[in-house]
Structures are given as structure tokens and as C-alpha cells.
């Protein structure tokens, strides 16, 4: 059995915790004169410091009458008070009693009154709903005279329910007990775990209540059905004080596993997060979007993870893809996982396919596997079943289940929800464990397991061997534009902005948001870069996409900024309340309220991908100019009007510098795409882009801080406004745009960190470094000729990645730590981009 230090640290990490504990003996020492009985001050001060935590309730249960256990313990509101051995819950609650109970309750009065009567140190304790018959102060042979005179006389009465307790007995006129109370509370507040503490026979109905996750904690000697036990009220208070710093500390996200150190596994249907020690702590099923099956990466264990892990607790040695391909090894030193999401038999851009994760688990010795899937991060109850073969996990929206022929499984009890828990002996051979997504069949696939590997790693492999890679950083940018293509959702061409929601901006802040959906944007700059590496499909499924995307608007001038994955228009952006989010950062968030807001950049980079591909020469079609069409009507009705830009400030709108950029860029591109692809001159859109030129040179340089701004005539340094350099609407070596280089390294540069904006822009707190905005700046530094600059704050930028090669959204130039969702594929297209520039300009001088 596990000590009991360690309980409390894990039981301090359920995501809704439940502390109850009794009063006398336990947070009070027993004393002669109950009306004495003041509690230890640092067990009060440690209930406190709990019940101001989130996600956590505390109660104390106990045998005295409700208002004297108020005025004893002055606990604040926040703790929940029940007396009466649970029947008193609420203050009047001896005035619910029913009339015969009344008179009941008032004849057992007098009659232990005149039992006590009869000798010294004998007392009577009035309560709404019973009465206490104290024989503490008595002697021996006194006690044992009056007890027999209760239980011969009054307590035989019908209708009277007899409790015992330490030199005390109590009858009651309603039938209740601790028990009882403890379930009480913890359905009405929905505890994940309960941690009970009680010396007296009266708690052995709260004890017997425990299950799963609970803790019971015995107080001093005698059997007890408490599997941990303490000695006295000061070790009470020890315990409450040790708990109430895990739970801060856990809350607070002491236990979090730093971003950059999660690794994805993809198949262009979903994703997974896995740890560095093989746990999956994210994945959404069916789709990337969808509510995840695990999400102990924001709420903690009880929002569903699954882990395999050495039974002896070695911690692992590496974790690594195998060669080119999201096939994912962890290893220990005499045990490996082999992880992936199976992309076989062309999974990716089936509209109707499964998803099914595949783990195996090799090597010697024991392995421990905990599945603890926990439907839309825990508020549907998961209750699973044993099935032959595996397990199913009841209540899903899409079947599910895990195929584990031969495990044998343990399932236990974890609040509403299943955990089932298997110890595997590998002296047999590896063990292949399923999880499959979107069917309930349990039996064995056609393909063999290492087929199934093969094929998904040659999904990935293959793709790769067809991109023109530069010489330089040629692994980052590899990985990079896998990452890439990991996010597009297969079966409709669409690329997400991130696999994830919610990880913070700045840890412990509520710069929290939900990227698992397709910005047209993000989605075609990412195209834009893999075409500029000679892979044209994700551009081409990106613009069918759009297409679809677009027949289903009223115009393309109302294209909204974000979509689901499948086309769809986001509902509203809502919380998860009762999740501590990732390291303590809340609230977590799913829907995006952006989707709602004017953007209207998004047309520029959904041109500039048609334009990369014409120059690749991809198979484009007057679809295709009827997109780009579209695009450069909007910008013609609508580019005079403010936005709420690039960065999606949640404010008033302005005219924002980098979206007249957009404009620019869409309305020269498309001349150039009608004079390319049709033959036609547009000389009405070069003289739209030179309107534009002209008004944004205007109102968005300001002179007296020598810098482009971010919005119209203010004085908002920017980062989003380099763009006007790298995308041609400023010559790179024109004076204006190297003094903007200039500022923007003097004013948002920290470390090897280039920050968006540091403005006000109406959200509390702050944020870290925006890696994409690092990758323009490496690229404008190259633009300007500092080329030597740029390849140092590049090779800087490489090293953000984490082991795996991974990069999330931002960085903490204080902490070095990754922040914001992760993967993300700004931070991706930015490295490739950055790289190519640098290649480029490399170039350009050595001729």
C-alpha cells in the first residue's frame, strides 16, 4: 500500500476534490466540557486555504448540533457545515421535523435528563433532531450504570435510531448517519475524489462509503475500515496543511508538462498529444475537432488520459518518430511503446474512415496501462465495459472501444466516470493495444500490426522524399512541413491552425484559446509554404475546400475568418468551467468567438497560394480563377473598412496597416493571375492596388517614430506590418521599411523573441514572443541585407523546437518555455519560410 504522503499528493490532483472530516478528535481535541472544544488553528487556517481553491469543497461533518458547530469552529461560508451526524444541512432544519418526531425528540429529553439527574458527570446535549447522552466525566461504574439505564429504557422506544460514539450516545429521532452526509455532498458538488477524516464509530459510515480515488484517515487506535490512519489532531492538521499546498501546487500547474516537450501523432483525421513518458493526455475523436476522449492535458487525470508505463517506475530514456513519419517510440530501459495513428489501406481522404490508435508495448518485464477515457472533458459520465478482446466505452456519441485481446482488466470507480487498469507481462511477447474510433467491432484487423506500422509510416516517409529541401537546417524544416501536412484534415482538404485548445499565452492567464479549427489564412499560408517545398496537393485540396466553403456563403465579401474543418460555421465560443486548464491557466475554451469578427486580410493569402501554384505550375482551372475572383471582389467593396486584423483584437475595429497589405497583395496578384491563366490585362485592379498603396503609405507610416504602425495615424508598433516588405508592396531597402526593421527590433525583440505588439489591446495580462513574428523578422532582416543577423536569430529559432521537432505559438524569453497551442502551424510555415528566405538571399549575394 502506497504511503500516505503520497495519497495525498495524488488525491490533491482529481480535478473536483471533496475534504470532509468530523470536528471532536479529529480537528478538536476531545475535552470534558464540549461547549471547550475549540479546534487546532492550523487545521481551520489549512480548511481555508482550501476552500478558497478552485475545484475544491470542504465539509465537516459532525455529531454536534448545527449552530454549535458554527460557533465552534467560525469556519467561513465557503465550508460547509452539517450537523447532527448529517441530518442537519441547513440551519432550520429542526423546524421540518414532523410533529410526532417533535414530541418524540421532547420525551427522550426528559428522560436522559433524569437519567443524568441521577449522578455527577453525567450531561445532556440538546440537538434539533436528537439528543447526546455525555458520560465522559463520569466514573467508570457511574457510566456503565447510566448507559444501561439508556439503552434498556428510552433507546428500546420506537421510532429512535441509537448512535455510539466516544463516552457518548445519541438517539435520534430521523434516521441518518456520516455516510449518508459525505454521499450527499459529493453528488451535489459532482467530487471526482473524497478525502474523509474521523476518529469516533459514528465515521465508519463515512468511511465504508469510500471508493475508487477516495482516502479515508483514521485518528488514533482501534479497527477502522480507513485504509490510513494518523495519531492525533495535530498530525490532523499536518495532513490538511500537506494537501492544501499539493492542491495549490497542482492548481497552479506544478505538474505540468512544459509544451515543447509533447509530441503529436497524427493520420489527417485527428490527433494525439503524448507525453514525454507515453501518456496521451489529448486526442479528439472523430475528427480534430471533435470533443476529446482525453483531455488530461487541461484538466489533470480526471479528464481522461491513457497510460502505459513500467510497473517498477523507471523513468524513460528517450522518446523519438521513427525516420520520417509521425510513428512515435518511447523507451525505457527494458521496455518500449511504439505509438501511431494508423494511416493504412489510404485512411487520410476517406470520408467515412475510422480512427484508430495503435499502441505497442514490448520489451521485458511489467507493464502498468491505465485507460481512463472520459467523454467531452469528463462531463459525460464514461463507464466502460468488459467485452471478449477489449473493452467498450458506454455513452459515446461515435462507438469506441479498445481492442486488448488476452488483457486482463481491472475497472474501478472514479467518481461518475471508469478507469480500468491492466498489469501486462511482456515475458509473452509485445502487446498490441487498439483504440478505435467510429465502429464497435472488437475483432482482429486484416492487415497485421506491422503492416498497419509500415504503411502508416510510409504515408508520411513517402510524401517527404518528394519536397525540395534546402541545404540549410533541412531536418527543422523536414519535420516542419510534416507538421504541416499533420494538420490537414484529409478528407476535406482543410488545415487546421493547431491541434489543440486553450494552452495559455502566459501561464496562469486567460489568453486561452481554441485553434483546433481552419482559418482560410493560416490554412493558406501553410499551403503556400509546402508549394514553395514542391508539394502542390495541400494547396490544391486547400482551395477545394475554400471553394465549398465560399458556394455556401451569401458573398465571398462575408467569408468568416474561421470554419470548422469540414466547412462548417463555429457555434459560440463557450468554457469549460470546472477544468484547472493547463498549469493552472483558465478558463479552457472551446468554439472561437474570432469566427464572428471582420477580418479582411484573409483574402490576400488566399490569392498569393493561387499564385504560387500557377508559378508551380499546378493543374489550376477557371474554379480556381472564380475563387481568386471572388476574393478580389471583396477587397474591391470592402477594403476601405476597418477590421479587427490579423491579430483578432477583441475591440473596436480600425483600419489595421497589415490588412490593407492583404488588400494590396490580392488585387495585384489577381491582375497577374487573369493576365497568367486567361490572358486577360485587369488594369481596374492595378489601379485598385495603387489606391490602396497610396492610402496606406499615408495613414501607416508614422514619421516621428520612424516605423510602419500597426493601425491607421497611430503610434502602435507592430509586427504584423514587415509583412509590407516581404510581400512587395515596399522595396526591402526603401528607408522607411529598414527603419521599421529597426524598430521593431528595438521595441518587440527580447532575446531571440520578437513580440506581436506590446499595445493595450482590452485583454487582462500578457503573452510571449510570437514565433511567427520571429520568423518575419529573420526574414526581413535578410530583406534589408543584416544577413548574418538573420541566419544567428534563426539558428536561435530552430532551437525552440522540442525534442521532437515540434514548435507551439509562442515563447517565454523569461522561462524559455513554449507557450500557446501546440502544435501550431504559424511557427512551422515561419521556419520554412525563414529558411528559404535566408537560402535565397545567400544566393542573391553569392551571384
Not at 279 to 289: E, F, K, L, S, T
Not at 677 to 692: V, Y
Request: glycine share 10%.
Amino acid at each position: 500500500m502506497k504511503q500516505l504522503h503520497d495519497i495525498v499528493q495524488e488525491i490533491a490532483r482529481t480535478p473536483m476534490l471533496l475534504v470532509a472530516s468530523d470536528y471532536d478528535g479529529t480537528l478538536a481535541p476531545i475535552v470534558g466540557d464540549p461547549a471547550q472544544a475549540a479546534p487546532c488553528r492550523e487545521s481551520i487556517v489549512a480548511l481555508r486555504q482550501l476552500s478558497d481553491l478552485p475545484r475544491t469543497v470542504v465539509a465537516i461533518i459532525s455529531g454536534r448540533a448545527l449552530r454549535d458547530l458554527s460557533s465552534l469552529t467560525g469556519a467561513p461560508d465557503e465550508v460547509h457545515l452539517v450537523g447532527s451526524h448529517g441530518s442537519e444541512f441547513d440551519p432550520g432544519f429542526g423546524a421540518q421535523l414532523t410533529p410526532e418526531s417533535v414530541a418524540l425528540r421532547r420525551r427522550l429529553e426528559q428522560e436522559l435528563a433524569e437519567i443524568a439527574s441521577r449522578a455527577e458527570g453525567l450531561s445532556v446535549e440538546h440537538k434539533p433532531a436528537s439528543v447526546a447522552f455525555h458520560f465522559r466525566n463520569a466514573d467508570t461504574e457511574t457510566a456503565d450504570r447510566a448507559l444501561e439505564a439508556v439503552l434498556d429504557g428510552p433507546a428500546r422506544y420506537e421510532g429512535v435510531y441509537t448512535k455510539h460514539g466516544k463516552k457518548v450516545v445519541e438517539l435520534g429521532v430521523v434516521a441518518t448517519d456520516k455516510g449518508s452526509a459525505l454521499e450527499t455532498i459529493r453528488q451535489r458538488v459532482g467530487a471526482t475524489a473524497a478525502l474523509f477524516i474521523g476518529d469516533d464509530l459514528t465515521d465508519e459510515d463515512a468511511f465504508k462509503t469510500l471508493r475508487g480515488p477516495d482516502v479515508g484517515v483514521k485518528v488514533g487506535e482501534g479497527e477502522s475500515a480507513a485504509l490510513y490512519r494518523v495519531g492525533s489532531e495535530v498530525a490532523v492538521s499536518h495532513l490538511l496543511a500537506t494537501l492544501a499546498e499539493a492542491r495549490a501546487a497542482w492548481l497552479a500547474g506544478a505538474h505540468a508538462t512544459p509544451i515543447e516537450r509533447l509530441s503529436m501523432l497524427t493520420d489527417q483525421r485527428t490527433v494525439a498529444i503524448v507525453t514525454p513518458d507515453a501518456g496521451v493526455c489529448w486526442m479528439c475523436a472523430p475528427r480534430i475537432d471533435s470533443p476529446p476522449v482525453f483531455a488530461d492535458l487541461l484538466g489533470g487525470a480526471g479528464a481522461g488520459y491513457f497510460s502505459v508505463r513500467p510497473s517498477g517506475g523507471e523513468a524513460p530514456t528517450g522518446q523519438r518518430y521513427e525516420g520520417d513519419s509521425f510513428v512515435l517510440r518511447t523507451e525505457w530501459p527494458r521496455m518500449r511503446v511504439t505509438d501511431y495513428l494508423d494511416a493504412s489501406n489510404g485512411r487520410a481522404t476517406q470520408r467515412a474512415g475510422r480512427v484508430d490508435l495503435v499502441r505497442v508495448i514490448e520489451g521485458r518485464g511489467k507493464a502498468v496501462v491505465s485507460f481512463a477515457p472520459r467523454l467531452d472533458f469528463g462531463r459525460t459520465h464514461t463507464r466502460l465495459e468488459q467485452r471478449e478482446d477489449g473493452l467498450l466505452v458506454e455513452g459515446s456519441v461515435e462507438p469506441l472501444v479498445l481492442r486488448a485481446p488476452g488483457v486482463v482488466w481491472r475497472i474501478e470507480e472514479e467518481g461518475p466516470h471508469h478507469t480500468a487498469i491492466a498489469e501486462i507481462d511482456l515475458g509473452a511477447g509485445p502487446v498490441t493495444l487498439e483504440l478505435r474510433c467510429g465502429t464497435g467491432s472488437l475483432r482482429p484487423t486484416l492487415l497485421p500490426e506491422r503492416e498497419r506500422r509500415r504503411q502508416s509510416t510510409a504515408f508520411h516517409a513517402d510524401w517527404c522524399r518528394t519536397l525540395e529541401l534546402p541545404d540549410l537546417h533541412a531536418d527543422a524544416v523536414r519535420r516542419s512541413a510534416l507538421v504541416l501536412r499533420g494538420l490537414v484534415h484529409g478528407p476535406t482538404g482543410a488545415i487546421a491552425a493547431a491541434a489543440t485548445t486553450s494552452l495559455p499565452e502566459s501561464i496562469g492567464g486567460v489568453r486561452n484559446w481554441d485553434y483546433r479549427y481552419c482559418w482560410p489564412r493560416d490554412a493558406s499560408m501553410a499551403a503556400t509554404s509546402l508549394a514553395r517545398l514542391g508539394s502542390l496537393r495541400e494547396g490544391l485540396g486547400m482551395l477545394d475546400w475554400l471553394l465549398g466553403v465560399v458556394d455556401h456563403c451569401s458573398s465571398a465579401e462575408r467569408l468568416a475568418p474561421i470554419y470548422t474543418v469540414t466547412g462548417g460555421t463555429l457555434g459560440p465560443e463557450g468554457e469549460v468551467g470546472d477544468l484547472p486548464g493547463y498549469a493552472g491557466s483558465r478558463p479552457v475554451r472551446i468554439g472561437n468567438s474570432a469566427a464572428l469578427q471582420v477580418q479582411l486580410d484573409v483574402f490576400g493569402p488566399i490569392v498569393t497560394l493561387v499564385s504560387e501554384l500557377a508559378r508551380r505550375g499546378a493543374p489550376l482551372s477557371s474554379e480556381h480563377w472564380r475563387l481568386v475572383g471572388a476574393m478580389a471582389d471583396a477587397v474591391k467593396n470592402r477594403w476601405r473598412e476597418p477590421d479587427h486584423g490579423i491579430w483578432e483584437i477583441r475591440g473596436p475595429r480600425r483600419h489595421h496597416v497589415h490588412t490593407k497589405a492583404m488588400c494590396w497583395v490580392t488585387a495585384r496578384c489577381a491582375a497577374q493571375i487573369s493576365e497568367d491563366l486567361l490572358g486577360r490585362e485587369r488594369p481596374d485592379l492595378r489601379t485598385l492596388a495603387g489606391e490602396i498603396q497610396t492610402e496606406l503609405l499615408e495613414h501607416g507610416w508614422n514619421a516621428e517614430l520612424g516605423t510602419f504602425v500597426g493601425s491607421y495615424d497611430s503610434s502602435e508598433v507592430d509586427a504584423s506590418v514587415l509583412t509590407l516588405g516581404l510581400c512587395g508592396l515596399l522595396d526591402p531597402l526603401d528607408e522607411r521599411f529598414v527603419s521599421t526593421v529597426e524598430r521593431v527590433d528595438e521595441h518587440l525583440r527580447v532575446k531571440q523573441g520578437v513580440y506581436r505588439y506590446r499595445y493595450e489591446d482590452g485583454l487582462p495580462g500578457v503573452e510571449g514572443a510570437f514565433n511567427l513574428c520571429t520568423a518575419w523578422h529573420i526574414q526581413s532582416l535578410a530583406a534589408v541585407g543584416r544577413l548574418d543577423e538573420a541566419r544567428a536569430l534563426l539558428a536561435d529559432y530552430v532551437e525552440l523546437a522540442g525534442p521532437t521537432g515540434l514548435m507551439s505559438e509562442e515563447w517565454d524569453p523569461q522561462t524559455g518555455r513554449a507557450l500557446g497551442n501546440h502544435p501550431q502551424a504559424y511557427s512551422h510555415l515561419g521556419l520554412i519560410d525563414a529558411v528559404l528566405a535566408i537560402q535565397s538571399a545567400t544566393s542573391a549575394r553569392e551571384r
